[in-house]
Protein backbone atom coordinates (compact mmCIF):
# COMPACT_ATOMS: atom_id res chain seq x y z
CA UNK A 1 0.00 0.00 0.00
CA UNK A 2 1.80 3.58 -1.18
CA UNK A 3 2.02 5.68 2.04
CA UNK A 4 3.45 9.40 2.62
CA UNK A 5 7.21 9.53 3.23
CA UNK A 6 9.04 11.78 5.29
CA UNK A 7 13.45 12.48 5.23
CA UNK A 8 14.67 13.27 7.82
CA UNK A 9 13.08 10.91 10.85
CA UNK A 10 15.32 13.52 13.07
CA UNK A 11 17.02 16.71 12.56
CA UNK A 12 18.76 19.16 14.78
CA UNK A 13 19.73 21.97 14.30
CA UNK A 14 20.84 25.34 15.80
CA UNK A 15 18.74 28.67 16.52
CA UNK A 16 18.95 30.84 13.49
CA UNK A 17 19.35 27.55 10.66
CA UNK A 18 17.62 27.05 8.31
CA UNK A 19 15.96 23.88 7.56
CA UNK A 20 14.34 21.93 4.87
CA UNK A 21 11.70 19.19 5.65
CA UNK A 22 11.05 16.99 2.48
CA UNK A 23 7.80 14.80 1.89
CA UNK A 24 6.86 12.83 -0.71
CA UNK A 25 3.28 12.35 -1.03
CA UNK A 26 1.41 9.24 -2.68
CA UNK A 27 2.23 9.76 -6.57
CA UNK A 28 -1.42 10.46 -7.02
CA UNK A 29 -2.53 12.50 -4.43
CA UNK A 30 -3.17 16.21 -5.34
CA UNK A 31 -3.52 18.16 -1.85
CA UNK A 32 -0.68 18.39 0.30
CA UNK A 33 -0.37 19.56 4.29
CA UNK A 34 2.16 20.23 6.57
CA UNK A 35 0.78 19.80 10.43
CA UNK A 36 3.03 20.43 13.66
CA UNK A 37 3.13 18.98 16.76
CA UNK A 38 4.63 19.94 19.77
CA UNK A 39 5.50 17.23 22.50
CA UNK A 40 2.23 16.10 24.09
CA UNK A 41 -0.26 18.74 22.38
CA UNK A 42 -2.53 18.26 19.57
CA UNK A 43 -2.10 17.74 15.77
CA UNK A 44 -1.75 22.30 14.41
CA UNK A 45 -2.24 23.16 10.96
CA UNK A 46 0.34 24.88 9.10
CA UNK A 47 -0.34 24.93 5.49
CA UNK A 48 -2.30 23.68 2.65
CA UNK A 49 -0.77 23.47 -0.86
CA UNK A 50 -2.69 22.73 -4.43
CA UNK A 51 -2.42 23.27 -7.70
CA UNK A 52 1.34 24.17 -7.16
CA UNK A 53 0.23 27.24 -5.28
CA UNK A 54 -0.93 27.38 -1.00
CA UNK A 55 -4.70 27.30 -0.39
CA UNK A 56 -4.63 28.02 3.06
CA UNK A 57 -2.47 28.57 5.67
CA UNK A 58 -2.30 29.29 9.41
CA UNK A 59 -1.51 32.16 11.96
CA UNK A 60 1.34 29.81 12.70
CA UNK A 61 2.64 29.60 9.00
CA UNK A 62 4.67 33.13 9.03
CA UNK A 63 7.15 34.73 6.92
CA UNK A 64 10.09 32.15 8.21
CA UNK A 65 8.25 29.50 6.84
CA UNK A 66 7.67 28.25 3.25
CA UNK A 67 6.77 25.38 0.94
CA UNK A 68 7.43 24.18 -2.22
CA UNK A 69 6.66 21.50 -4.40
CA UNK A 70 9.95 21.91 -6.75
CA UNK A 71 9.38 18.46 -9.13
CA UNK A 72 6.63 16.09 -9.66
CA UNK A 73 6.86 13.81 -6.45
CA UNK A 74 8.53 16.10 -3.64
CA UNK A 75 6.87 18.43 -1.09
CA UNK A 76 9.20 20.61 0.97
CA UNK A 77 8.67 22.97 4.40
CA UNK A 78 11.42 25.39 4.86
CA UNK A 79 11.92 27.26 8.27
CA UNK A 80 14.46 30.41 7.59
CA UNK A 81 15.44 30.98 10.78
CA UNK A 82 14.94 28.67 12.99
CA UNK A 83 12.94 29.26 17.12
CA UNK A 84 13.84 27.38 20.10
CA UNK A 85 9.58 26.97 19.87
CA UNK A 86 9.78 25.92 16.20
CA UNK A 87 10.80 22.48 18.42
CA UNK A 88 8.10 19.71 17.37
CA UNK A 89 7.02 16.59 15.21
CA UNK A 90 5.84 18.21 11.55
CA UNK A 91 3.81 15.69 9.60
CA UNK A 92 2.95 15.89 6.60
CA UNK A 93 -0.28 14.76 4.77
CA UNK A 94 -1.68 14.34 1.18
CA UNK A 95 -4.87 13.74 0.26
CA UNK A 96 -6.55 12.08 -2.96
CA UNK A 97 -8.68 14.82 -4.21
CA UNK A 98 -11.92 15.00 -5.33
CA UNK A 99 -13.10 13.17 -8.92
CA UNK A 100 -16.55 13.39 -9.89
CA UNK A 101 -19.10 11.93 -7.42
CA UNK A 102 -16.41 10.09 -5.55
CA UNK A 103 -15.48 12.35 -2.62
CA UNK A 104 -12.32 10.58 -0.75
CA UNK A 105 -11.54 13.21 2.04
CA UNK A 106 -8.68 10.97 4.09
CA UNK A 107 -5.90 12.66 4.64
CA UNK A 108 -2.98 10.20 5.10
CA UNK A 109 0.01 11.22 7.16
CA UNK A 110 3.55 10.47 6.85
CA UNK A 111 5.65 9.08 9.87
CA UNK A 112 6.91 12.53 10.73
CA UNK A 113 10.15 14.63 11.06
CA UNK A 114 11.06 15.57 14.58
CA UNK A 115 12.92 18.81 14.44
CA UNK A 116 15.04 20.12 17.71
CA UNK A 117 15.91 23.48 17.38
CA UNK A 118 19.06 23.95 19.96
CA UNK B 1 -12.72 29.59 12.29
CA UNK B 2 -13.45 26.03 13.86
CA UNK B 3 -13.00 25.12 17.29
CA UNK B 4 -12.83 21.63 17.84
CA UNK B 5 -13.55 20.68 21.49
CA UNK B 6 -12.47 17.28 22.76
CA UNK B 7 -13.47 15.37 26.18
CA UNK B 8 -11.88 13.80 28.20
CA UNK B 9 -8.12 14.36 28.02
CA UNK B 10 -7.43 11.01 29.17
CA UNK B 11 -9.69 7.70 29.28
CA UNK B 12 -8.65 5.03 31.56
CA UNK B 13 -10.50 1.64 31.26
CA UNK B 14 -10.72 -2.00 31.92
CA UNK B 15 -9.82 -4.67 28.75
CA UNK B 16 -13.59 -5.61 27.57
CA UNK B 17 -15.03 -2.31 28.37
CA UNK B 18 -16.39 0.38 26.19
CA UNK B 19 -14.64 3.68 25.63
CA UNK B 20 -16.52 6.75 24.26
CA UNK B 21 -14.68 9.65 23.51
CA UNK B 22 -16.66 13.01 22.54
CA UNK B 23 -15.78 16.63 20.60
CA UNK B 24 -18.04 19.83 19.85
CA UNK B 25 -17.07 21.47 16.97
CA UNK B 26 -18.40 25.47 16.14
CA UNK B 27 -18.84 25.74 12.46
CA UNK B 28 -22.35 24.45 10.97
CA UNK B 29 -20.85 24.24 7.18
CA UNK B 30 -18.95 21.07 8.69
CA UNK B 31 -19.94 18.30 7.04
CA UNK B 32 -16.90 15.60 7.34
CA UNK B 33 -15.86 14.40 11.02
CA UNK B 34 -12.57 11.92 10.84
CA UNK B 35 -10.99 10.22 13.37
CA UNK B 36 -7.70 9.44 14.20
CA UNK B 37 -5.71 7.37 16.01
CA UNK B 38 -2.00 8.33 16.80
CA UNK B 39 -0.02 5.43 19.05
CA UNK B 40 3.07 6.40 20.76
CA UNK B 41 5.99 7.60 18.99
CA UNK B 42 3.96 6.88 15.23
CA UNK B 43 2.00 8.70 12.54
CA UNK B 44 -1.98 9.55 13.06
CA UNK B 45 -4.25 7.10 11.20
CA UNK B 46 -7.35 7.52 9.99
CA UNK B 47 -9.65 5.16 12.00
CA UNK B 48 -13.33 6.02 10.83
CA UNK B 49 -14.97 8.92 9.53
CA UNK B 50 -18.88 10.41 9.20
CA UNK B 51 -20.56 12.97 6.68
CA UNK B 52 -22.57 14.68 7.90
CA UNK B 53 -25.95 12.88 5.60
CA UNK B 54 -25.68 9.93 8.23
CA UNK B 55 -26.23 10.04 12.26
CA UNK B 56 -23.96 6.69 13.03
CA UNK B 57 -21.38 4.97 11.16
CA UNK B 58 -20.04 1.24 13.05
CA UNK B 59 -16.90 -0.43 11.59
CA UNK B 60 -16.42 -3.56 14.03
CA UNK B 61 -16.24 -2.76 17.46
CA UNK B 62 -15.36 1.12 16.14
CA UNK B 63 -18.77 3.76 15.93
CA UNK B 64 -19.05 7.30 14.86
CA UNK B 65 -22.21 8.98 15.91
CA UNK B 66 -23.06 12.62 14.74
CA UNK B 67 -25.88 15.02 16.30
CA UNK B 68 -25.28 18.29 13.70
CA UNK B 69 -28.11 20.19 15.56
CA UNK B 70 -26.23 20.12 18.79
CA UNK B 71 -22.58 19.88 16.94
CA UNK B 72 -20.98 17.43 18.49
CA UNK B 73 -19.91 13.74 17.31
CA UNK B 74 -18.69 10.93 19.48
CA UNK B 75 -16.51 7.51 18.88
CA UNK B 76 -17.48 5.02 20.63
CA UNK B 77 -15.49 1.09 20.90
CA UNK B 78 -16.58 -1.68 22.44
CA UNK B 79 -14.50 -4.51 23.70
CA UNK B 80 -11.70 -2.57 24.21
CA UNK B 81 -8.09 -4.25 23.99
CA UNK B 82 -4.76 -3.11 25.40
CA UNK B 83 -4.02 -2.67 21.64
CA UNK B 84 -6.43 -0.11 21.58
CA UNK B 85 -4.43 2.08 23.83
CA UNK B 86 -3.69 5.30 22.06
CA UNK B 87 -4.48 8.95 21.47
CA UNK B 88 -6.98 9.91 19.27
CA UNK B 89 -8.59 12.70 17.90
CA UNK B 90 -11.46 14.29 16.76
CA UNK B 91 -11.44 16.59 13.49
CA UNK B 92 -13.41 18.92 11.39
CA UNK B 93 -13.19 20.88 8.40
CA UNK B 94 -13.51 24.68 8.78
CA UNK B 95 -15.73 24.95 6.06
CA UNK B 96 -17.07 22.08 4.64
CA UNK B 97 -15.50 18.62 3.58
CA UNK B 98 -12.89 19.71 1.36
CA UNK B 99 -11.43 22.21 3.67
CA UNK B 100 -8.63 22.15 6.04
CA UNK B 101 -9.13 19.60 8.78
CA UNK B 102 -8.51 21.59 12.83
CA UNK B 103 -8.15 18.57 15.39
CA UNK B 104 -9.10 18.35 18.96
CA UNK B 105 -6.28 18.27 21.89
CA UNK B 106 -6.66 14.57 21.96
CA UNK B 107 -8.00 11.93 24.04
CA UNK B 108 -5.39 9.15 25.57
CA UNK B 109 -6.85 6.02 25.80
CA UNK B 110 -5.84 3.16 28.35
CA UNK B 111 -7.13 0.19 28.48
CA UNK B 112 -5.70 -2.29 31.15
CA UNK B 113 -5.46 -5.82 31.02
Known amino acids: EPEVTQTPSHQVTQMGQEVILRCVPI?????FYWYRQILGQKVEFLVSFYNNEISEKSEIFDDQFSVERPDGSNFTLKIRSTKLEDSAMYFCASRPGTPAKMVNNEQFFGPGTRLTVL | GENVEQHPSTLSVQEGDSAVIKCTYSDSASNYFPWYKQELGKRPQLIID?????GEKKDQRIAVTLNKTAKHFSLHITETQPEDSAVYFCAAPKGGIYSTLTFGKGTMLLVSP
Open chain 2, 50 to 54: IRSNV
Open chain 1, 27 to 31: SNHLY
